[in-house]
């Protein structure tokens, strides 16, 4: 059986935790893209060698959260060959079988537009920097800033640019607390799955 679960968003909307909830509940495997654009753009040198070459190990750093990691990530995701290189990776793995759940900007667009399920996950940019804020720490001004210009760069791209699917359901989470945007998401893969 193949299912694939879309889950996309701007930064800080809460796609991970979600996604990983999701993935749990229904014994889905789970991929978080952003993991790859952040190991791409923490390696450093060449960004579509580094993209080409991506390993486990570069996946298991423990400085792929940081703030710092998140704008490399934003610069070199503007690059096609970089998001050309990622991406049959990323198909293989929604098509795997027994489901799977992935999570970042462009997969109910671009990596999985036959995806059996979209979700556009959202909040208010104040809100996804407070969360943000209460993960990474530091001045909680900074973080907003800092997720406003990724939000934009991420936005106006040409290639693979961040919007819901026209087809996507709109999660806007500024409201609900993780246990109730968990429950509506099961519900609507839950009713998607028959
Ligand atoms: O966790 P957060 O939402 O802050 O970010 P992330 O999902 O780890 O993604 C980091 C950056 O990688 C994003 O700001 C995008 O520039 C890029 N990205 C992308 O272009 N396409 C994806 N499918 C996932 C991430």
Redesign the pocket.
Known sequence: MTFTVAI??????G??TLSRAVAAHFGFAHL???????AV?VKGGDPVEAARSLAPEDLARDDL?TLEA?QA??RV?VIPEV?QALLEF?RAFARRAGGAVL?????GTV?CPEAEVKLFVTASPEVRAHR?WLEVGGDEGKVLAE?RE?DA??MNRAD?P?KPAADAVILDTSALSIEEAVARAITLIAAARG
Request: proline content about 3%; hydrophobic content about 35%; glycine content about 16%.
């Open positions: 996309d968003g701007p930064a800080a909307a796609k991970g978080d893209t952003g993991a790859l654009y952040r753009g959260r998140g990530a934003s995701a998001r990323q999570d970042g900007r462009d997969i990596i943000r997720v990724r760069r991420d693979a961040l």
